[in-house]
């Protein structure tokens, strides 16, 4: 943590009420909840966890809180895949559609609560015919398509913990993952659709499996493109040969509310990734919670869409889990927003009548580029919230949303939180809040954040670290396997308080504004990237000695991964071994982690400590304007160095 929080927004003083005709609808319009909640927050959890979800067995004690470890709803009982399918199923709604799926090409499917039921219990019985039982993980790498949730789900229906890998993950990635978690079973697809093409799944399986994950024993392949890759006889299973066989029967199984539900890996400040864990009863809790609340849900007559990935948190909690447990009609999408064309997005919403859209301020910096004549073609009047989340949204971005996507009338919610989160932490509630462009505003009720300086003292007015001083039911309950790393990690900066590793800001009126992370993650689109992870294929390369890794400021990532490379002794410096590093870290890695730039030095700054001088480099790369190539340092770059290292007082 070497970077104070720093200020990057001027005195905002825009605000937004809910609009009167939205309040006159809305789930909640008053501080009714925060009251509840505040003045007890237990029993308001308690609440929602009962009227929210069906349990099989009541629980006896809200919270057992060991600090840092948690228990949310302690002796209840309850199925996640019961009460996102069967109980809708049960109560008549079976014909309701639970997704409207869209593949790149166009192709279509829908499916209803009752046929997505009876994929989930056939696929659990494939999961039961490979041995698999409660406790046991697996691994999931897949595109965008329905058979995802209904892999997550079936996991969920007999207690296999599920551990889903974004597709743009390398094999190495594959394995890392596979390893640490001990995981039995990959399920995958041989590819998915991309910008018009089919972007292979299988092999980057296979070549995981030539590097080794010994505890891997089958792999189940859906076949979505028609690619035909290779199947190795006794270990690759096409799901469509499985599900012809498997029965239909399969009771949903009660599970206890700590029952590990799924991991999910994300980068921290080392080289290796943590497998988040998140657990039953809470997490279903929280996300059925915010996903009601937060964007004012309808179940009867919404048409929710979340645009985001389900490898990453969010299209956990607010494509499969939340929106599932609340009975309603999702959108799913498989491909890039850009194909056929720039108004991909706008043409679903159309089409489908999408009421709630959430996205990513990088995605509406990109629709800002593109231009607000690719939304104007479409009527987009069906919008009612729209929601961002990923990365601080700058102002600008918030207002052309408002303007160009919400008419100036929809309420936005700019919701804050964590994959160790599990759900929304800090958002406005858009029958509730007066919204400032930029800011997230406030903690949900039964959420308390604070934010701390250095020495740990609150801070009411002015910046400071994020911290949350209570457990919250969808918080991590670890990180898989390193107790003391869970500790460590999120425990130990501020005594009793979570450290969420994020700069925030408190205006006089109270409003939170956050400002990005102040440890060595980086945040590229949205997405989590480490800096030592990066360095760490960087210098796995032969031709390099040392690496830098820093987070440039980027007009529509937000941030980008820029990194500054010593070579090895005989190596000569060229365009083509930058660009031949820039794509070692993309086979490693994965391509979102590819660095931006390369650049080429012939030594690092560093402090007379020997740590590397990461604000100066960073200072240095956002004062030029650098492409999506190698630079090689000129002269220019070597003496600007040096010239900032001779007036910077770090040390
Ligand atoms: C950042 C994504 C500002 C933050 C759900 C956090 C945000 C990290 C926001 C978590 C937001 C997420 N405003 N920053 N609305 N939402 N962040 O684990 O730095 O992929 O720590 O979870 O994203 O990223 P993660």
């Known amino acids: 943590m070497s970077e104070p929080a720093i200020e990057v927004y001027e005195v905002e003083d825009r605000t937004f009420p809910p609009p009167p005709a939205f309040t006159a609808q809305a789930n909640t319009t008053d501080s009714s909840l925060y009251d509840e909640a505040n003045a007890d927050y237990e029993a308001f959890w308690a609440r ?384 509730v809040t007066t919204t400032k462009p930029g800011s997230a505003c406030h903690p949900i009720p039964g959420v308390f954040a604070e934010l701390v300086d250095d020495n740990g003292e609150v801070v009411t007015n002015g910046g400071g670290y994020l911290t949350i001083s209570k457990p919250w039911p969808s918080m991590l309950r670890g990180i898989w396997g390193d107790e003391e790393r869970y500790r460590e990690t999120y425990w130990s900066t501020y005594e009793g308080r979570y450290f969420a590793g994020d700069g925030a800001k408190l205006d006089d009126d109270g409003y939170l504004w956050l400002l990005g992370r102040v440890d060595d993650v980086m945040n590229v689109s949205g997405h989590r990237i480490s800096t030592t992870e990066v360095e760490s294929a960087l210098v796995d390369h032969p031709a390099v000695a040392e690496a830098a890794v820093v987070g440039g400021t980027d007009e529509i990532t937000g941030q980008a991964i820029i990194g500054y490379v010593i070579l090895r002794g005989t190596h000569e410096a060229s365009q083509e071994l930058g660009d031949e590093i820039r794509e070692h870290v993309g086979v490693k890695l994965g391509k979102i982690a590819r660095p931006k730039t390369v650049i080429i030095v012939p030594d690092l700054p560093k402090t007379r400590s020997g740590k590397i001088m990461r604000r100066l480099l960073r200072d240095v790369a956002d004062g030029r304007s650098l492409g999506d190539t190698t630079t090689l340092a000129d002269p220019g770059v070597v003496s600007e160095i040096a010239a900032k290292a001779a007036e910077s007082d770090e040390d």
């Open 48 to 431: 929602q966890a009962r009227e929210l979800l069906t349990w099989n067995t009541d629980f006896s004690t809200t919270l057992e809180w060991e600090l840092p470890f948690a228990k949310w709803f302690v002796g209840g009982e309850l199925n996640v895949s019961y009460n996102c399918l069967d109980r809708h199923v049960e109560a008549g709604r079976g014909d309701k559609v639970a997704f409207h799926w869209e593949g790149e090409p166009g192709d279509k499917i829908t499916l209803t609560y009752d046929q997505l039921l009876t994929e989930v219990k056939k696929f659990s019985n494939v999961l039961k015919s490979f041995g698999l039982e409660k406790g046991d993980r697996v691994a999931i790498y897949m595109p965008m398509i329905l058979e995802l949730p209904i892999a997550m789900l079936a996991c969920t229906r007999i207690g296999v913990a599920h551990s889903v890998i974004f597709g743009g993950f390398s094999a190495d990635a594959i394995v890392d993952r596979c390893i640490d978690a001990e995981a039995r079973l990959i399920i995958t697809a041989d590819a998915g659709y991309r910008r018009g093409a089919a972007a292979p799944l299988k092999p980057t399986v296979d070549q995981a499996m030539e590097i080794g994950a010994p505890s891997v024993e089958n792999i189940v392949v859906v076949d979505r493109c028609g690619t035909d890759p290779a199947m190795v006889d006794g270990r690759d299973h096409w799901w469509h040969d499985l599900m012809a066989e498997a029965s239909d029967n399969s009771p949903a199984e009660p599970m206890d509310s700590e029952q590990l539900l799924y991991l999910l890996y994300t980068s921290g400040t080392t080289a290796k990734p943590k497998g988040i864990m998140h657990t039953t009863g809470g997490y279903l809790t929280q996300v059925a919670f915010t996903h009601k609340y937060v964007f004012d849900l309808k179940p009867e007559t919404d048409i929710y869409w979340c645009a985001a990935d389900i490898g990453w948190v969010t299209g956990h909690s607010y494509i499969v889990y939340g929106p599932l447990a609340n009975g309603c009609t999702s959108v799913m999408y498989e491909g890039t927003p850009d194909t056929p064309g720039k108004d991909r997005l706008w043409d679903i919403i159309e089409r489908y009548g999408v009421t709630q859209l959430y996205t990513a301020p990088t995605a509406i910096r990109m629709f800002m580029k593109w231009g607000a004549e690719e939304p104007q073609k479409h009527d987009l009047s069906t919008l009612r919230v729209l929601g961002t989340v990923g990365e601080p949204i700058n102002p600008e971005a918030w207002m052309w949303y408002h303007e160009h996507i919400g008419g100036e009338e929809r309420p936005i919610v700019d919701t804050w939180w964590q994959t160790e989160t599990g759900g929304n932490m800090i958002t406005p509630l858009p029958g």
